[in-house]
């Protein structure tokens, strides 16, 4: 089992920056990615960013340019930089980690969540 734990959401204006954290403890050897999804009332949860153990990424198309995912890998900790801000991207922002078997498919054998945290974007 591999738990994580979020923080780094809040309000901000459009056009503003946050950085979320999520850490991760338990069985980190089973993993081989972190990332970030986000979700808002009535849709799927959609993938935000991911990050592999080696360092390749995938994002979504609508944020790429404003977000950049990183990880601490001696903390066990994957970080999500957002600039730009768009109301848009109101949601909560899910960590995930997990066993990714294809970057570009995002198939993974198994993974776990946070708990979720908001990140609201004012207008």
Sequence with gaps: Q?????????LV???????????ASGSISSINAMGWYRQVPGKQREL????????STNYADSVKGRFTISRDNAKNTVYLQMTALKP??????????????????????????GQGT???VSS
């Design 48 to 55: 935000v960013a991911v990050i592999t153990s080696t360092g």
């Design 2 to 10: 591999v738990q994580l734990v979020e923080s780094g959401g809040g």
């Design 13 to 23: 204006q459009t056009g503003g920056s946050l950085r979320l954290s999520c850490a």
């Design 88 to 113: 848009e991207d109101t949601a909560v922002y899910y960590c995930n980690a997990g066993y990714l078997l294809h970057l570009t498919t995002m198939q993974y054998e198994y993974a776990y969540w």
């Design 118 to 120: 908001l990140v609201t």
